[in-house]
């Protein structure tokens, strides 16, 4: 096995600055507007339909025909 090692001087590693993720300023750019997690949804009931639809693992044509259902569209 071969190891070297790097001179301290040069600080390998080091942290040069802190940044936000881009979820992270979207949700306080939320927070700041007054809107609640599931923002743009109407609510968290639809947020959740939504998550589920797009992790659930049913194709985009499973998913598009969910949604013309007439009694989702009128929900």
């Known amino acids: 096995?071969?190891?070297?090692?790097?001179?301290?001087?040069?600080?390998?590693?080091?942290?040069?600055?802190?940044?936000?993720t881009y979820f992270q300023a979207l949700r306080d750019k939320q927070k700041a507007a007054g809107n609640p997690p599931w923002h743009p949804f109407e609510?968290?009931?639809?947020?959740?339909?939504?998550?589920?639809l797009?992790?659930?693992?049913?194709?985009?044509?499973?998913?598009d025909d969910y949604l013309k259902l007439k009694a989702v569209r009128t929900v």
Do not use: H, N
């Not at 609510?43 to 589920?52: F, R, T």
């Open 43 to 52: 609510s968290e009931d639809e947020w959740e339909l939504a998550q589920w």
């Open 1 to 20: 096995r071969y190891v070297q090692d790097f001179p301290a001087e040069l600080e390998a590693g080091k942290v040069l600055d802190e940044c936000k």
């Open 54 to 63: 797009m992790t659930s693992g049913i194709s985009q044509k499973k998913r």
